[in-house]
């Protein structure tokens, strides 16, 4: 599989490019700035240099060449972000991961994007793509960590069933990681205001707990 992170270089995107390429998944970290995404992808490879990590640097537009797309820019940023690769985007499955959220003192709070979400703004962006939400719930200093075991469930909802369909065989690829179909893409307005509350417990609990649904079947 191919995949191209859209403003992977931030700590998100950052994470699971990381973690997808220690995988044998071919990944291109994206950015507006092609020197930022090399930088990034230099800290990755000098983390982890034992490992034969499949990453390279592009910016957006040649990230957005590749056969699967993830929106993982600041939350203000992702629909004019995939906007201005649309045409790149056309038909592909493109799965957008970020939280509108923002910090208020020692709270974290969920902030309602004009259209619900932030997916539903990716998908208004790029009507001509199968938009899915996932990857919400997983702190990315223990996604990032490659030495870290993952036991978690990945919320995935869209519209499409093609983007459902790639986007849990995606997060398979990830030892520890379950996909759970969430429905529809309007499951993304409460999946992503979730992580704020999530948050708010790992910081109160000096933790980092992730999601896990109990009574599925395996």
């Known amino acids: 599989m191919h995949v191209g992170i859209l403003g992977g270089t931030g ?3 950052g994470a699971l490019a990381a973690r997808l390429s220690a995988v044998g998944v071919e990944v291109v970290i994206g950015s507006r700035s092609a020197d930022r995404a090399r930088e990034a992808c230099d800290r990755i490879r000098q983390r982890w240099p034992e490992r034969q990590l499949q990453l390279s640097d592009a910016e957006n537009l040649q990230a957005a060449e590749a056969a699967l797309v993830v929106v993982a820019t600041p939350w203000d940023a992702a629909a004019p972000t995939a906007a201005s ?3 790149a985007l056309e038909g592909k499955v493109v799965v957008s991961m970020a939280n509108a959220l923002v910090r208020m003192g020692e709270e974290f709070q969920a902030l ?3 259209r619900g ?7 208004a962006a790029v009507p001509g793509a199968l938009v899915a939400a996932a990857f919400h ?4 200093r223990v996604l990032g960590d490659l030495d870290a075991d993952l036991d978690a ?8 069933p093609r983007a459902l369909e790639e986007t849990a065989d995606l997060v398979r690829k990830i030892p520890g990681l379950r996909p759970v179909d969430a429905g529809r ?7 992503e205001a979730f992580t704020a509350v999530l948050l708010q417990v790992n910081v109160r ?5 992730t999601v896990r649904l109990r009574g599925l079947d395996a």
């Open 11 to 13: 700590p998100a995107g």
């Open 85 to 87: 690769v649309a045409a």
């Open 112 to 114: 309602v994007p004009a």
């Open 117 to 123: 979400s932030i997916a539903a703004g990716v998908e």
């Open 137 to 140: 719930h997983l702190p990315a």
């Open 153 to 160: 469930d990945v919320l995935v909802c869209s519209d499409h």
């Open 185 to 191: 893409l309007a499951s993304a307005a409460p999946i």
């Open 205 to 209: 609990y000096k933790a980092r707990a």
